[in-house]
């Protein structure tokens, strides 16, 4: 087998799935020249913008380039989007000819047209135009309407209007009816909340001062996500993008097989640390499962695992990729403004959860392996460790320069990313020559072929964003809505509903993150939930006297939005996977989740233990301390829900188990249920996690009798 097992072929059934929900699906006439045109100019923009050269020379206001960002993005989506999915055809064309047979025909013209997924339609086309000028109007009149703030013109309204229509309509197209459906439940509220129950009443929004809050000003659509959207977002999306297509989604495959093929359960191992690498740089669950699934799924399969828990482990892996920093899924850019914190700082405060997270689920696989007394690959049926290594370092240079001028330098996020970004066009066109010169191809054709990928990069940045800015614009409007005063009736309502109890708000935030993520991509959901809930979380535990971070609450509705790709019946990242493992979807999703609840615990854990988020500890000693007991906490939950550590798990080993979690995790848990003086003398953070660490060593023991004595395979 060795290393030409590694060279599949993606897996046809999710690269349509892929192509349908990131992309959209035409690619036959204009469509061919014309939405690579646009995805490729957008890109080209933004890496405009940042140049010490160019960027000095275009030199635009910040407002510039949001609504220049929208209009490309909202373009983008009417140009790769039907209006209609073909099974929605299919079930209105039925219930309309039931109702008036004769329009028949005419339906099936119509329908067709809504419903061309390969050619761009002219209404389409049109749409697409005139959502780009109503985009584009704030920049082209801003100067115009900064000299009447808040008397908007006749004009500024009808094309206000026309904005908010097609950006909803785009948000339908590319996200589903979920954010749309949200966004009009909160304009219904604003325009009618007089009438609304006392609860809920407040003076109503006048469609003028409705308009100008959400197109004519920097509160709504054009607000806070949109601009970190425009300005830092798309250059690492773009850094991303470009890092997969030059072949360094497939290199990071290789090498995570190279290092943990040979361990017991090696394939899951690697698939684990393959979409961690891959997920650092991606953002997206769904791509992430199908770049490194369609290598690691058939693999694990042939080691012995399930099809569904192949599957389960390989989505539980890739939604887990939006928690690793730089990226995290676009939000680490969003937390950071709304929390006035450095993007360093967000890194900082999100890194040990997100590691512990991941490796809790090598543990995981690990425990699969044992309890299905699985064995390790054979080190010749994989890529040799040394010359997988070699033969893509040139990929590590850039993300190494990229980590080197965000930590050491310090350097902002845009910054770093562009050079980042020119560091990694340097080096694959360098390369490519070398290789070219060592084949005696001549270098003529190595730079073409450089230049192709640089290309093909730049449309698929463009192509990956247009979601993410339509989301984050669409996001914008329930986020402008709450700035005119809505949120302070929100948050009592909150408040009200969770009657002053701290568990109650997080549950029901846990909750509602989960229910709106089935139909919300990760950052959109994010920033619904931390404009509703947290402020009233962070006041709630003020009231409780707790005290928390902001960057906390933030982080719990980030953790819980990213549960929600494989949360059944939505959970697109389980169809991704079981299209390739060829396993029910539904079932891959629910043993994704129970591979999850590790990650659904960590939220609770950080906010009451803000330790993990490293919230005030400097010392290094600390910080290694906090992240070993961390981790061991995990660890030790990771068994309790497997039902196994050396060998199966009696109950009242269970109950150590989970006992050791909460110590390891939360120390001071019976301080805060209990807040009595008997236990003042004892408010150690230390003494209990050494409590607890000592109940996890104590079930090694009772355990390590009963192991099997079998060493025949690697552990």
Known sequence: ??????????????????????????????????????????????????????????????????????????????????????????????????????????????????????????????????????AGYYALDYMGIATRPGIPLQRDIVLGVTLIVLLLEAARRALGPALPIVAIVFIGYATYAEQAPTLLAFKAVSLNKLVNQLSLSTEGIY?????????????????????????????FVKLAFSLLGTFRGGPAKAAVLASGLTGMISGSSIANVVTTGTFTIPLMKRAGYPATKAGAIEVAASTNGQLMPPIMGAAAFIIAEYCSLSYFEVVRAAFIPAIISYLALIYITHLEAMKLDLK????????????????????????????????????????????????????????????????????????????????????????????????????????GIVNLGFGQRITAVVDYFANGNIYAILMMTAIASLIL?????????????????????????????????????????????????????????????????KADPIRTG????????????????????????????????????????????????????????????????????LVSTLFLLQPLILYRLFPMDALMALENKWIWRCFGMSLYGLVIILQWSRRPRSTEVRT
């Not at 979601?467 to 329930?478: K, N, P, R």
Request: aromatic share 12%.
């Open 517 to 581: 993520g089935m139909g919300l991509p990760t950052t959109a959901n994010y920033i619904v939930m931390a404009s509703l809930t947290a402020t009233v979380i962070i006041n709630l535990s003020s009231d409780a006297g707790i005290v928390v971070p902001l960057i906390a609450a933030h982080l719990f509705c980030f953790y819980f939005g990213i549960l929600a790709d494989d949360t059944p019946p939505v959970g697109l990242a389980a169809y991704a996977a079981s299209a390739i493992s």
């Open 223 to 251: 607000g806070v996500p949109l601009y970190v959207s425009a300005s830092t977002v798309f250059l690492f999306v773009l850094f991303g993008a470009m890092l997969e297509r030059t072949g360094g989604g497939a290199y």
């Open 590 to 657: 629910l043993q994704g989740f129970t591979y999850d609840l590790r990650t659904a615990i960590l939220p609770f854990m950080f906010f009451f233990n803000t330790d993990l988020l490293l919230w005030g500890v400097t010392a290094w000693w600390e910080i290694a301390a906090i992240f070993v007991t961390g981790l061991l906490g995990m660890l030790a939950f990771a068994s309790l829900t497997q039902g196994w550590l050396l060998v199966k798990t009696r109950k009242y080993e269970a109950v150590l188990l």
């Open 376 to 479: 390790g690959m054979k080190r010749v049926d994989l890529p040799p460790l040394g010359e997988t290594f070699r033969s893509g370092i040139h990929y590590l240079i850039p993300l190494f320069f990229l980590l080197y001028l965000l930590v050491v330098k310090q350097y902002s996020p845009e910054l770093s990313a562009f050079w980042s970004i020119l560091v990694l066009g340097v080096t694959v066109t360098i390369h490519e020559c070398v290789l070219s010169t060592l084949a005696g191809k001549g270098l003529g054709r190595a730079l073409r072929h450089s230049g192709q990928l640089m290309g093909s990069s730049l449309v698929m940045g463009g192509r990956t964003m247009m979601t993410i800015g339509v989301a984050v614009a669409a996001a914008g409007i329930i986020v």
């Open 1 to 134: 087998m060795s290393d030409q097992s590694f060279d599949m072929e993606e897996d046809e059934a999710a690269r349509e799935l892929l192509e349908e929900v990131e992309y959209g699906g035409r690619h036959a006439g204009m469509a061919r020249w014309l939405k690579p045109l646009v995805a490729g100019a957008w890109s080209l923009f933004h890496l405009i913008l940042p140049s010490p050269i160019l960027g000095t020379w275009l030199a635009l206001d910040t407002v510039y380039v949001r609504a220049i960002h929208l209009s490309f993005a909202i373009c983008l989506v009417f140009l790769s989007y039907p209006a209609l999915k073909k099974p929605r055809m299919k079930k209105l064309g039925v219930w309309i000819e039931t109702k008036w047979p004769r329009f028949h025909g005419i339906l099936g013209i119509v329908l067709g047209f809504l419903g061309e997924k390969k050619r761009i339609p002219l209404i389409d086309l049109m749409l697409a135009g005139l959502a780009a000028f109503a």
